[in-house]
């Protein structure tokens, strides 16, 4: 029973394997069109307009790329994230709403409270990583 159970474990993982290599791919994709976007229609910078929109380009790679830079330490990793990839991911993604949407002044403060919110939650477990010692130097 148990050996079957092992088996069954291995094919999911297995499976899982090609999806998220099936999805670092699309990713990449996406992440070559937004460099295509921005060499073609911003880089020229015809007018001062268009500094919102390469912005907003650079901003989508990065978060891209976090995402890609993720799923390889999944993959990599056993099957685990540290959570302190999705929080960076999560500080990224509100600065990019904070720089882009410019919202009203109650919307910008809740959007700051937020990051700091994340930023302090990284400083604790660092923190706590460093109470633990160096042996769980990725758990976080």
Same mark, same amino acid.
């Given at each position: 029973? @148990?050996?079957?159970?092992? @088996?069954?474990?291995?094919?999911?993982?297995?499976?899982?394997?090609?999806?998220?290599?099936?999805?670092?791919?699309?990713?990449?994709?996406?992440?070559?069109?937004?460099?295509?976007?921005?060499?073609?229609?911003?880089?020229?910078?015809?007018?001062?307009?268009?500094?919102?929109?390469?912005?907003?380009?650079?901003?989508?790679?990065?978060?891209?790329?976090?995402?890609?830079?993720?799923?390889? @330490?999944?993959?990599?990793?056993?099957?685990?994230?540290?959570?302190?990839?999705?929080?960076?991911?999560?500080?990224?993604?509100?600065?990019?709403?904070?720089?882009?949407?410019?919202?009203?002044?109650?919307?910008?403060?809740?959007?700051?409270?937020?990051?700091?919110?994340?930023?302090?939650?990284?400083?604790?477990?660092?923190?706590?990583?460093?109470?633990?010692?160096?042996?769980?130097?990725?758990?976080?």
């Amino acid at each position: 029973m @148990r050996k079957n159970i092992n @088996r069954f474990e291995k094919m999911v993982s297995y499976i899982m394997d090609i999806m998220l290599g099936f999805l670092v791919l699309v990713v990449l994709v996406v992440m070559a069109e937004a460099i295509y976007d921005i060499t073609l229609h911003v880089v020229p910078l015809p007018s001062m307009d268009h500094v919102e929109v390469l912005i907003e380009e650079i901003a989508t790679l990065f978060i891209l790329l976090e995402i890609v830079l993720m799923l390889v @330490r999944y993959v990599k990793e056993g099957h685990h994230i540290p959570v302190r990839y999705l929080i960076l991911i999560s500080i990224t993604a509100i600065l990019r709403e904070l720089l882009l949407e410019h919202g009203g002044g109650l919307e910008t403060v809740f959007l700051s409270i937020s990051i700091l919110v994340l930023v302090f939650v990284l400083f604790v477990l660092e923190k706590l990583k460093a109470f633990h010692g160096r042996d769980s130097v990725d758990d976080f």
